[in-house]
């Protein structure tokens, strides 16, 4: 698994979100410049995170964007699904976007791959983004 630039950029963002809770919302210039990422691609991948019911924007003066669920329920694999697709290194042995690949061939080489596959998911699915602030 290699996550994307999105990916990254949409945990940074949601971990801000995490730390604002309670607090109010954030704009996407505030979070853009806290974490170095461009505000066109941020309002992009606000817009997939609000989609998936993760976030919520208010318009106008004192608008922003605030969390949409408790941050102690999203988990990392979650966002990283959502953006990128499979956590699997491998499509034959995704649960959820599998994929005939020659690794199928090899039983050993295949349950290698099943293995990383499930440390990989059980770490990042029991990781919330209240873990992280």
């Given at each position: 698994?290699?996550?994307?630039?999105?990916?990254e950029?949409a945990?940074l963002?949601?971990?801000?979100?995490?730390?604002?809770?309670d607090?109010?919302l954030l704009?996407?210039?505030?979070?853009?410049?806290?974490?170095?990422?461009?505000k066109?691609y941020?309002?992009?991948?606000l817009?997939?995170?609000?989609g998936?019911?993760?976030?919520?924007?208010?318009?106008?003066v004192?608008?922003?964007?605030?969390?949409?669920?408790?941050?102690?329920?999203?988990?990392i694999?979650e966002?990283?699904r959502l953006?990128?697709?499979?956590?699997a290194?491998?499509?034959s042995v995704s649960?959820y976007f599998?994929?005939y690949t020659p690794?199928?061939?090899?039983?050993?080489?295949l349950?290698?791959f099943?293995?990383?596959?499930?440390y990989?998911?059980?770490?990042?699915?029991k990781?919330?983004f209240?873990?992280l602030?």
């Amino acid at each position: 698994m290699k996550l994307s630039r999105k990916s990254e950029y949409a945990c940074l963002a949601l971990i801000d979100l995490a730390r604002t809770y309670d607090d109010g919302l954030l704009t996407i210039g505030e979070l853009a410049e806290q974490n170095n990422i461009p505000k066109k691609y941020l309002e992009q991948i606000l817009l997939i995170l609000k989609g998936a019911g993760y976030v919520r924007s208010v318009r106008g003066v004192g608008g922003g964007y605030k969390l949409a669920q408790v941050p102690g329920e999203i988990s990392i694999a979650e966002v990283i699904r959502l953006i990128d697709g499979p956590l699997a290194p491998i499509g034959s042995v995704s649960e959820y976007f599998y994929e005939y690949t020659p690794t199928e061939q090899n039983d050993k080489l295949l349950a290698l791959f099943k293995d990383i596959r499930d440390y990989t998911a059980d770490l990042l699915e029991k990781t919330t983004f209240k873990d992280l602030i």
